[in-house]
C-alpha cells in the first residue's frame, strides 16, 4: 500500500511538471513561431506604438511563459530595446496593460528575440487580447509579413488608438502552458503529502 500511493505520488508529480514545461502557442501572427520578411516592416518609436490582437485558443486557460519577436533596427537608427505588453481588449483596440516582456539587444540584423513575463498572468481561451510594441528611443523594426493581412491598431504619443483593417500584421508569438484544473492540484497535494508520510516513517 505504501509502495502504491509512493508511485502514484511520483506519477502525479511528473504529469505535473510535464504539464507545467509543455508550452504551446497561444496567440500570434498566423505563421507561429514567427518568421521573417525581408521586405516590410512596423516601426515602433518613442512616439508611436503599434498593435495586433490575438484570440486564445481552446484548453485553456493559459500561463503566459514567453514572447518571441521578429525584430532588428536599421543601421543609422538607434533602437536596441523595447517593450511589449499583453493588453485587453477595449471596444476593439487595446485596453489595460496585462503583463510586459522587457527586448534588449535588438541588432542590425533581424532576428527572432525572446523574453520571459515581468508578471504572472492566465490568458482565457476564446479571449482576444493585443501584443503592443513601443521603444524608449530610436526606432525598432518590428517585422511582418507582405502577403498575411489582418487588424492592426497604433497611437501617437500615447493618443487614442487607430484601428487598421486588412493590414500587414506582424510577426510574434506568444507561448503559454494550460493552468492544472484544481482537482489535478488537490491530487498532486494529497499524494505530495502521501509520499511525504511514507518518507517520515
Known amino acids: 500500500m505504501r509502495n502504491r500511493r509512493l508511485l502514484s505520488g511520483i506519477v502525479v508529480l511528473l504529469a505535473f511538471d510535464a504539464v507545467d514545461a509543455a508550452l504551446a502557442v497561444i496567440g500570434g501572427s498566423p505563421v507561429a513561431p514567427p518568421p521573417f520578411w525581408a521586405t516590410s516592416f512596423w516601426g515602433v518609436t518613442p512616439h508611436i506604438d503599434r498593435a495586433f490582437p490575438f484570440t486564445v485558443p481552446a484548453g485553456g486557460p493559459f500561463l503566459v511563459e514567453q514572447s518571441q519577436v521578429a525584430l532588428y533596427h536599421y543601421a543609422n537608427l538607434a533602437g536596441d530595446r523595447a517593450t511589449f505588453t499583453i493588453n485587453t481588449d477595449s471596444g476593439g ?3 489595460t496593460s496585462l503583463a510586459t516582456f522587457e527586448v534588449t539587444g535588438i541588432s542590425t540584423t ?3 528575440m525572446t523574453a520571459p513575463p515581468q508578471e504572472s498572468v492566465a490568458l482565457e481561451s476564446g479571449f482576444t487580447y493585443w501584443f503592443v510594441g513601443r521603444t524608449p528611443y530610436g526606432q525598432v523594426n518590428w517585422n511582418l509579413g507582405d502577403n498575411t493581412f489582418g487588424t492592426a491598431a497604433y497611437r501617437v504619443d500615447g493618443g487614442a488608438w487607430t484601428l487598421l483593417l486588412n493590414t500587414n500584421v506582424s510577426a ?3 507561448l503559454g502552458s494550460p493552468v492544472p484544473e484544481p482537482a489535478t492540484l488537490s491530487l ?3 499524494d505530495g503529502l502521501a509520499v ?6
Request: hydrophobic share 55%; proline share 6%; glycine share 6%.
Open 93 to 95: 483596440v487595446p485596453g
Open 196 to 201: 511525504l508520510r511514507y518518507r517520515r516513517r
Open 188 to 190: 498532486f497535494a494529497l
Open 110 to 112: 533581424a532576428q527572432v
Open 172 to 174: 510574434f508569438a506568444i
